[in-house]
């Protein structure tokens, strides 16, 4: 069975401070790995994508890829109170769906 | 604009009835999927589907049930079968790639029992 682990939170961070949210999977054939943001009621919008060993930069957002610590991680740099939300991990190797998280509840405190 | 269209937003469902969630893309996209979320949860699998007149059940397929006659249309029928069917019900839809294919969802139907 292939799984994905986060901490479900909520991960309190004040406005302007650096969130880190992280995320540990269990299938080592897995290649792609994805971070979602899902406002409360809302559906899941995708925010970034990365693929290899290391960072990938995306304005606030970094996502970190550690292959051989079955480990991804999200930071978000200045926070602010609309990045208050769940975020989603995901996973997949090959031709096969997503494998999701049960997601890490952020609250950015103004 | 391309995007997945899941209708109604709200259904209430009576005891002893099937209903039917309607998922339409305009993506071109070759695979389309069905969640459902609880609250406070994941989401968990429930059909998917790679090609026309094929589909694959997920980890709580039982209770459902899916067609996909058309590239564009994937439906979901909650049956009277499924006991407690009342979440937060979520399409998606991609490309059917080896790798690096992200899936992007519809708004998404809430589903209650009267």
């Known amino acids: 069975q292939k799984e994905v682990e986060q901490n479900s939170g909520p991960l309190s961070v004040p406005e302007g401070a650096i969130a880190s949210l992280n995320c540990t999977y269990s299938d080592r054939g897995s290649q792609s790995f994805f971070w979602y943001r899902q406002y409360s009621g809302k559906s899941p919008e995708l925010i970034m994508s990365i693929y290899s060993n290391g960072d990938k930069e995306d304005g606030r957002f970094t996502a970190q890829l550690n292959k051989a610590s079955q480990y991804v991680s999200l930071l978000i740099r200045d926070s602010q109170p609309s990045d208050s939300a769940t975020y989603l991990c995901a996973c997949n190797s090959g031709n096969t769906p997503l494998v999701f998280g049960k997601g890490t509840r952020l609250s950015v405190i103004a | 604009d391309g995007g997945i269209t899941q209708s109604p937003k709200y259904l209430f469902r009576k005891e002893g009835q099937n209903v039917t969630l309607s998922c339409e893309q305009n993506l071109n996209h070759d695979a389309m999927y069905w969640y459902r979320q609880d609250p406070g949860q994941g989401l968990r699998l429930i059909y998917y589907?790679?090609?026309?007149?094929?589909?694959q059940k997920g980890d709580i397929a039982e209770g459902y049930s899916v067609s996909r006659e058309k590239k564009e249309s994937f439906p979901l029928t909650v049956t009277s079968a499924q006991k407690n069917p009342t979440a937060f019900y979520l399409c998606a839809s991609s490309r059917w790639d080896r790798e690096r294919v992200p899936q992007h969802f519809g708004d998404g139907t809430r589903l209650s029992i009267l």
């Open positions: 589907s790679q090609i026309v007149n094929d589909f």
